[in-house]
């Protein structure tokens, strides 16, 4: 028999609470109007705006062209979230197979300069992935935004420790059935490695989607503009007596949270196996 822990559960319950607080006041705040908001700060009760709101930030037309929309947006930043996702495990999963699976020399000293690269973070090395998109003249398109940074030493330790606990009895089965590396690859360690994919893919995915600094840096046009971006755009707005849209910054902020969360909810089961099961 489990013993109900009254003060445990307080504690969970308490930390939970003070997690999703700022989520509440956002989606509460979302719902009064923009004076409301500057006179009266952040609401923890339900406005009347919330519809007209989540209406115009989703349909209404914007920006210098007049063509951008908050439903476009979502779509550069759903595009850019799974762009990242799927081309990162794409690239770790084939690099990883290499290095377990190929014996070539310096195989480890190749993976642990491919896991130094860790170290030098996005802000290290974006004027020179900068200046490599503009000459290949990609900027302000999905390739600039998504290939440069494809390259995952995270993916690439996981799948490549992950790879490294297949029994090698699997490999000696394969090649006697006359399976090749590549029939090996898809037919076996993908299948394999589905848990492990869910896994990287929730990863990947929120990184992709909270990018902001290198879509600003790599777009100009804003057909290409993230949710990140627009609501940057609307906080700046103060001219004169114009007070920002608070309401509209927050209901983007709200939109901005509901892909993740419901890439976490689908993938949840296999994100924990993925991550915690070493028996294969």
Do not use: C
């Amino acid at each position: 028999m489990w013993k109900i822990k009254p003060f445990d559960h307080l504690i969970l319950f308490l930390g939970t609470l003070f997690l999703l607080a700022p989520v509440v006041l956002a989606v509460m705040s979302s719902t009064h109007s923009a004076v409301e908001i500057h006179t009266g700060g952040l609401f923890l009760t339900p406005g009347t705006e919330g519809a007209a709101t989540y209406a115009k930030v989703l349909t209404a037309r914007g920006g210098f062209t007049g063509d951008v929309t908050g439903l476009s947006m979502l779509m550069n930043s759903l595009i850019l979230g799974v762009g990242f996702a799927v081309g990162k495990i794409v690239l770790s999963m084939m690099a990883a197979y290499a290095l377990v699976y190929f014996r070539f020399r310096f195989a480890t000293a190749i993976f642990w300069m491919i896991f130094a690269t860790l170290l030098l973070p996005l802000e290290v090395r974006i004027m020179p992935s900068y200046q490599v998109m503009s000459d290949l003249h990609l900027l302000n398109t999905y390739t600039g935004l998504i290939v440069p940074l494809l390259a995952s030493a995270t993916g690439t330790f996981y799948f490549r420790q992950f790879f490294k606990s297949v029994p090698d009895e699997l490999l000696e089965a394969a090649r006697i059935d006359g399976a090749g590396p590549v029939k090996f690859f898809l037919d076996i360690l993908v299948p394999l490695s589905r848990t492990m994919m869910a896994a990287i893919f929730i990863i990947m995915f929120v990184y992709g989607w909270n990018q902001y600094l290198w879509p600003i840096l790599m777009t100009t046009d804003e057909h290409f503009f993230t949710l990140m971006r627009g609501i940057k755009a609307i906080l700046q707005v103060w001219v004169g007596s114009q007070i920002p849209d608070y309401n509209e910054a927050f209901a983007l902020a709200v939109l901005a949270m509901v892909p993740p969360v419901l890439v976490v909810i689908v993938f949840q089961r296999m994100f924990i196996k993925g991550l915690t099961e070493s028996d294969k």
